[in-house]
């Protein structure tokens, strides 16, 4: 019953309610998103103390939230690994900008 009053209070929390699972993979997928974008994997720390009351109530330990913002992060700056930084570049195929050459 406690579970239930505290997921009530909040609006996702009510919003999700039974669907907790769904919450764990949405939430990922927007830390994906959000990463891969404009690589938000230090500042996505900040949302922890907003989803620790969250899963908590929902019955899950400490470790899902954590498990959420780095894994999320994680996998959003998987694509970003294999681009070629310019100066990892062959100097024969570097662009030349004309200024100090």
Known sequence: MKRV??????????TMLGREKWLI?????VFSFFAASYGMAEEALVFYPILV???????????IPLAIIFGGTSIGSLPLFPTPSPSSLPPMLRVSTGWMD
């Open 5 to 14: 009053r505290w997921l009530k209070a909040s609006w996702l929390g009510h």
């Open 25 to 29: 993979i949405i939430l990922t997928s």
């Open 53 to 63: 009351p969250l899963f908590l109530a929902a019955g899950y330990d400490l470790l």
